[in-house]
């Protein structure tokens, strides 16, 4: 099971990003997927998660500035940001509890940098 981000990079406070992740592997059922971030010195934290169902689920500190999306094949997400704030600068992790042949399990992608400049 693969887990590739894009995206990421530097942008001033104020503006916008958009991360993608593309999920591959044989014989697995992708199931809730969702984006995390960790900064500096801090644990790693829910951003956003999106559900089969297309159900979604933020963090406080993102709601209203922040968007995940889902692709029609399903293996596809992507978070679009805007209004963003320093506060915001972390790695950023693709994730997705999912069923491989007979076992859930969770899956996690490399991680992209996010950086906001005051």
Not at 54 to 75: A, Q
Not at 83 to 112: F, I, M, R
Request: charged share 20%.
């Amino acid at each position: 099971v693969q887990l590739v981000e894009f995206g990421g990079g530097l942008v001033q406070a104020g503006g916008s990003l958009a991360l993608a992740c593309v999920m591959s592997g044989d014989n697995i059922d992708f199931s809730a997927m969702g984006w995390h971030r960790q900064a500096p010195g801090k644990e790693r934290e829910l951003v956003a998660v999106i559900a089969r169902g297309g159900v979604r689920r933020y963090d406080k500190s993102v709601e209203g500035r922040c968007t995940i999306s889902r692709d029609n094949p399903g293996n596809t997400i992507y978070l679009r940001m805007n209004d963003l704030k320093p506060e915001d600068t972390a790695v950023y992790y693709c994730h997705t509890l999912s069923k491989l042949d007979s076992a859930w399990n969770h899956y996690w992608g490399q991680g992209t940098q996010v950086t906001v400049s005051s």
